[in-house]
């Protein structure tokens, strides 16, 4: 039985969330393997619209495990608002949340400090304290998910922390500083709630897999956001790519059977940084309409532009795809021409790699193959023959350039808007 893991091919919004939760019909566990709650992940479920930002997507399914794993930064504040709001909608949570012991905690004093550096200088963070939490993890200063089950422990990590960051913010940023005795009060409240979810989850996962369970790893972010492949410095602070799923889920990547990249049917990105292929002008703003290209998390506009195929083959050879799913095809109806970028001029130098330096990357200009529009729509297709013969080779020319096959088309936002070209477990 296949273990899969579930890769946004580009700077994330690729529509995983909506990836995840069909392919959990057939999935016994689903697991989420790092970031934060600076993730949003949209689900449209019978026209009831569902936005998660921390539990799997595969929640919105009866009796399946879902499990937060170690690699994953976690706001319990944020954890428990989703966590009302799913029950408040008939979700059932307990017996189907699990969270590991090992799993570190964004704490008040993250969020304050990103808060202040963001200010001195922007890269577009959600200010949510995900980059300074992951900084607290390597600099073996972090607090862990079974440190609230010992008062002391948590108690002299807050108070060892608080002595570094409260001198920041008074001496450095001139900022408030925060108070430990609060921060432990309000801890030992987030304990109580949360103590029945917490569990040695790699263990629940390996034996998971050993007897012949489906196993779905949810990836939050893209690729190209990846902490040591994508854009660096205007990236997030983990590892988006395939192998963070073994890292921050605690598998052998011997167990890992296939790998799914979701790509966009064009390209968008939050925040700073360079984006090569991006529509400046009124196309890029319709695009951005129909598309609701709007952050799940922060409401801010997404940055909309042509597909990338320079991106995403680096995509492709970092993460290692068995196959692709291309979402949002149906924004594309009623284009005339179709651009794809399929190589960067940089000077008088051809690029058909992604550079690693930025400073090159923000110089390159995008060289496009030009394709046919359609006219006709795709929204809420079913089966591939139907589809407009202009998006059929719109997507082999996809397929054929990143060499990896296509196995999910979506077509909409519905669970059911969607195109089995090759179901992928």
Known sequence: MPTVVIIGAQWGDEGKG??????????DYVVRFQGGCNAGHTVVVDDE????????????????????????????????????????????????????????????YHIAIEEQSEKKKKI????????????????????????????????????????????????????ETLDEQKIFSQYMDYAEKLKKYIDDVDIMINNAIDNGKNVLFE?????????????????TSSNTVA??????????????????????????RVGEGPFPTEIKDELGEQIRQKGGEFGATTGRPRRCGWLDLVG???????????????????????IDKLKVCVGYKYGNTVLEEFPK?????????????????????????????????NAKKYLQFIEDSLKVKIQIISTGQKRDEIIIKEFPL
């Open 357 to 389: 330096e930025l400073e090159i990357l923000e110089k390159c200009t995008p060289i496009y193959e030009e394709l046919p529009g359609w006219n006709e729509s795709t929204k809420g297709i079913k089966d591939y023959d139907n589809l407009p013969d």
């Open 243 to 268: 192998g963070g799923a073994c890292t921050g889920a605690g598998v052998s990547p011997k167990k890992i059977n296939k790998i799914i990249g979701i790509v966009k049917a064009y390209t968008t």
């Open 18 to 27: 909506k990836i995840v939760d069909f392919l959990t019909e057939k999935c």
């Open 124 to 175: 577009g963070t959600t200010k949510k304290g995900i980059g300074p939490c992951y900084t607290d993890k390597i600099a073996r200063n972090g607090v862990r998910m079974i440190d609230l089950l010992y008062p002391e422990v948590l108690k002299n990590k807050i108070q060892a922390n608080l002595e570094i960051i409260n001198f920041l913010l008074k001496n450095l940023y001139n900022a």
């Open 49 to 108: 619209k569902y936005i998660l930002h921390l539990i799997p997507s595969g929640i919105l399914h009866k009796n399946k495990k879902c499990i937060i794993g170690n690699g994953v930064v976690l706001d319990p504040e944020s954890l428990l608002k989703e966590i009302d709001t799913l029950i408040k909608k008939g979700v059932e949570i307990d017996n189907n949340l699990y969270i590991a012991k090992h799993c570190h905690l964004i704490m008040p």
């Open 312 to 334: 995403l083959k680096h995509s492709a050879r970092v993460n290692g795809f068995t196959g692709i799913a291309i979402t949002k095809l149906d924004i594309l109806d009623g």
């Open 219 to 235: 990836g939050a972010q893209g690729t190209l956001l990846d902490i040591d492949h994508g854009t660096y410095p205007y990236v």
